[in-house]
């Protein structure tokens, strides 16, 4: 595979709950010393980056935060650029943080943007009907990823999509995507490293918002068999991945 840059998804690839993946260390130093630029592309909208950072270095992966990219970032410099930035958060504390550093201040009313995160357990009865009657007054839904689920350290987790999913089909909105696997934002990416699609891969545990929205972007897509791969999910992707390998430790055989 001939490529300068390499995006890599962080959950199911790197890590999967609290432990890294046998061998992802050294493969991730392997790809430095090869030469390789590299972006951390999450669509984890729990945490934000200054967390997910320091989580990286206590599991043993030196990777800079200016290396990572998440939705909050394509999200903050979108809705800048709307001039619009009255925003309500449904999302995790730690990422209102994110938006508030930014100068995007949380209120409950008057929003001209609800923003949708993995919220956790911020997700219930209240802050939905909330978020709903918000947007039945008139502001645009955000979805900062609109994954179904991931792998949490006991099993499966519903991720952002499913409550995103819940607010359009109650107010007949559609959500603009920030995330994976939208277009625009390996696009982003792509431009801020100086690459054309065709001189990149993405390397991810989804076959939808990892390699396949990769692949429709124009870059190649490595699906790998950690975090929360399934064999099903992977006969129903359209398009399928480039190339599929047991996990990251293997990457040395194609790269
Ligand atoms: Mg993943």
Known sequence: MNVKGILLDLDGVLYTGDNPVPGA?????????????????????????KIIESRLLALGFDIRMDEIVTPSVAAINYIRSTGLKRCHLLTTVDLRSEFEAAGLLHRDRDADWVIIGDAGDNFNYG???????????????????NDRYWMGSDGLMLSAGPFVRGIEYATGKTATLMGKPSAEFFGMILREMGLEPADAVMIGDDAVSDTGGAIKAGMQGILVKTGKFSSGALALADPGPTRVIGSIAEIDTIL
């Open 25 to 49: 260390p050294e493969a991730l130093r392997y790809l430095k010393k090869r030469g390789y630029l590299t972006r951390f592309v999450s669509n984890t909208t729990r945490k934000s980056r």
């Open 127 to 145: 802050t939905m009907n909330q978020a709903f009657r918000l947007v039945q007054e008139g502001a645009g839904i955000i979805a900062l990823e």
